[in-house]
């Protein structure tokens, strides 16, 4: 199994930046796909996560109404839209899957991806 997330990078203040994560070894129709962060000095947190039917989702308090998870079955991918960006916002950036569904507990994630940076300057 494998999740190789891309997409980061860096970004001004308002922007916008789309992570992608792609999943071999596993369907997403059978796992929940969360995003979860690593700002310097701090621990991971989990930014979303949507559920293995795609039907349904739950964001972090501070990112809800700007981040938006999606999937493309057909490329089984897993999509972290991110609009207006905030300085706050930098962090690796890290996909993961789980066989459970409405969790952001991260010790009930089964499979990580290797993360990837993104940088909101101000």
């Known amino acids: 199994v494998q999740l190789q997330a891309s997409g980061g990078g860096l970004v001004q203040s308002g922007g916008s930046l789309r992570l992608s994560c792609a999943v071999s070894?596993?369907?997403?129709?059978?796992?929940?796909t969360g995003w979860f962060r690593q700002a310097p000095g701090k621990k991971r947190e989990g930014v979303g996560v949507i559920s293995s039917g795609g039907r349904w989702s739950y964001y972090l308090d501070s990112v809800r109404g700007r981040f938006t998870i999606s999937r493309d079955n057909a490329k089984n991918t897993v999509y972290l839209q991110m609009n207006m960006l905030k300085p706050e916002d930098t962090a690796v950036y890290y996909c993961a899957a789980t066989s459970l569904t409405e969790t952001m507990t991260q010790k009930d994630y089964d499979y990580w991806g290797q993360g990837t940076p993104v940088t909101v300057s101000s």
């Open positions: 070894g596993l369907s997403l129709d059978d796992y929940a």
